[in-house]
């Protein structure tokens, strides 16, 4: 089965804590993204990449960084730099970025 | 910029139609429509892009006005499981998508 999976899918953290939240797809997609969502907010891009290698900051980038040293994987470090972490993370991978994208089933991060 | 939706919410009975709107500031490529039910993930819905090609789901029908940097989504005889918040995503041509906050929608029986 082809898809894109997340874990762990509840997360909680104490402040002053760095975090990393996983992300692993098998559909052989090349780009590969980070969003965040709060409520009434939609989704807002941290990170995303188009390669292996290499990747670009989005809209929200501040507080987060990411690796991308295989293509199936794009794991996103929240770091104790992010000051409002609390949030539902979301990553997605497609071809392009004018193709669909498929998202995995999300982790929800609170920091207590 | 995010792209404006509209209406924010709507809720309908079941069998009636419903049109969102997602309006762009910039110049667009394309236009992507997703579902997601409350804590899931988002669903695919549709992409339009400019020159008229569109890719998505057969139900699903969508409208895209490049002049006006518009698109619509129109869901015809509702069914419950349309429920959920639908988001816009924008892209002019030479980024990435950028989502609009959504509309939420609730079918009634």
């Known amino acids: 089965d082809g898809g894109i999976t997340q874990s762990p899918k509840y997360l909680f953290r104490k402040e002053g804590q760095n975090v990393t939240l996983s992300c692993e797809q098998n559909l052989n997609h090349d780009a590969m993204y980070w969003y965040r969502q709060d409520p009434g907010q939609g989704l807002r891009l941290i990170y995303y990449s188009q390669i292996v290698n290499d990747f670009q900051k989005g809209d929200i980038a501040e507080g987060y960084s990411v690796s991308r040293e295989k293509k199936e994987s794009f794991p996103l470090t929240v770091t104790s730099a992010q000051k409002n972490p609390t949030a539902f993370y979301l990553c997605?991978?497609?071809?392009?970025?004018?193709?669909?994208?498929?998202f995995g089933p999300g982790t929800r991060l609170t920091v207590l | 910029q995010q792209p404006v939706q509209s209406p924010q919410a709507v809720i309908l009975r079941e069998g009636e139609d419903a049109v969102i709107n997602c309006s762009s500031s910039k110049a667009l490529y394309s236009v992507h429509w997703y579902r997601q039910k409350h804590g899931e993930a988002p669903v695919f819905l549709m992409i339009?892009?400019?020159?008229?090609e569109q890719k998505g789901h057969e139900k699903i029908s969508a409208s895209f006005n490049e002049k006006k940097q518009q698109s619509s989504l129109y869901l015809t005889a509702s069914q419950l499981s349309y429920s959920g918040t639908y988001f816009c995503g924008t892209e002019p041509g030479y980024s990435t998508l950028t989502f609009g906050k959504g509309t939420m929608l609730l079918v009634s029986p």
């Open positions: 997605a991978s497609s071809t392009s970025s004018v193709s669909e994208q498929f």
């Open positions: 339009l892009l400019k020159g008229g």
